[in-house]
């Protein structure tokens, strides 16, 4: 019986697609915004910024800054793949201080498809209202109140928007070249308002099967990489991975499959990606449960892993916040530094995403007070 050969190689995390996805409701005529909170988040969704493209928002924001005056400085990221687009990191303070106690960040690019900004009453709908452009809005008026009411000072507080964190985090890993370290870094993402004690971890894999192409009437003389795959997943749907108290089970999602040209044609390629939240141990652990688990397939498999990590533990130690456990990955472990770390924003994860993405004007009215709250803690 001749051994099945897996071999590793690190890729990078693809974007997923959502080219079907479209909003499930028709637009309706917007109605106007007045605060300051929504007219800057009205200004930031209306701005594409699908990961890759996030060249236009972050100038809008810059200029935004600028004209608040705010000292503001633009780092360059590079194009993402394939692409001649800029694409650059936003970063802010009062004053000539770039060295400050407290770090306030977030991500301005989204995931696709876009769709605009729309009013409805009392929500607002629009791709990238929730995750995170609602915790940009929040945290740079946060700021801006407490600037306007003399709480602030240089040296105090510095803001952070980064491009990049759906795919890869690029933005925030760039950011590290700053040369800055915090006492407290406070991270925008939808937590129903609620402070984040920890989230799980990630990693993802590729697995490929190599056949033969041949006639479906002769499948004696081909070999079939969907017959060679779909056994190797079902192994995987059903092996038992790490379990915590905190974050519950390790769980594994099929996201692609593709394989074969036609239903009479043995199917030479086949291929599926995986994502993986992990709730416990680390992305070494489950590697070699995955690879023991498809030797049992007893098929010639090439198994790509992407870089990942484990759980994430995050501060939640501030009065007055209920808190939350989140199945989602962040770019907190992607921020270097011996710093305290919190997870804050407005909206739910169970609508970032979706064909349904929105908020509520109360969410983005209250995460200002929160953000508030958190960055006068962190400096007390």
């Known amino acids: 019986m001749r051994f099945p050969t897996l071999s590793l190689l690190l890729l990078a995390h693809q974007a997923q697609a959502f080219q079907g996805q479209h909003p499930i409701h028709e637009p309706s005529i917007s109605s106007t915004s007045t605060s300051p909170l929504l007219k800057l988040h009205k200004g ?10 996030e060249h236009n928002v972050a100038k809008y924001l810059i200029s935004y800054l600028k004209d608040q005056n705010f000292t503001v400085e633009s780092q360059d990221v590079g194009p993402w793949k394939g692409s001649t687009n800029p694409r650059e990191n936003v970063f802010a303070y009062i004053g000539k201080q770039r060295k400050t106690r407290v770090l306030v960040s977030s991500h301005i690019d989204t995931v696709p498809p876009f769709w605009p900004y729309e009013r409805r009453g009392d929500e607002i709908w629009g791709r990238g209202t929730v995750d995170a452009k609602g915790s940009v809005a929040s945290q740079i008026i946060a700021v801006e109140e407490l600037l306007a009411a003399g709480t602030l000072e240089e040296g105090d507080v ?13 933005g925030m890993k760039k950011a590290n070249d700053l040369g800055l370290s915090w006492e407290t870094a406070i991270f925008g993402e939808p937590t129903e308002l609620k402070l984040a004690s920890g989230h799980k971890g990630t990693m993802g894999l590729e697995i490929v099967a190599k056949g033969k192409a041949g006639h479906s009437g002769y499948p004696e003389l081909g070999k079939s990489a969907n017959a060679m795959l779909v056994p190797a997943l079902n192994l995987l749907l059903n092996v038992e991975l790490p379990y915590s108290e905190k974050y519950g089970n390790t769980t594994l999602n099929i996201g692609t499959m593709e394989g074969g040209v036609a239903a009479n044609v043995i199917a030479e390629n086949a291929g599926a990606k995986i994502a993986i939240r992990l709730a416990d141990g680390t992305p070494a652990v489950i590697e070699k449960i995955i690879l023991d688990t498809l030797l049992k397939a007893d098929e010639e498999l090439d198994v790509f892993f992407s870089s990942g990590y484990g759980p994430v533990y995050i501060d939640s130690d501030v009065p007055g916040f209920d808190t939350i456990v989140v199945n989602y990955g962040t770019d907190i472990p992607n921020l270097e530094g011996d710093h305290k770390k919190y997870l804050y924003g407005p909206g739910t994860i169970m609508m970032a995403h979706s064909d349904h993405e929105h908020l509520e004007v109360k969410d983005l009215e209250n995460a200002v007070k929160g953000y508030k709250a958190l960055i006068e803690h962190a400096l007390k």
Do not use: M
């Open 44 to 53: 930031l969704v209306e701005h594409e910024s699908i990961t890759g493209n």
């Open 158 to 170: 510095a803001l952070l928007f980064v491009v990049g964190e759906e795919v890869g985090g690029d």
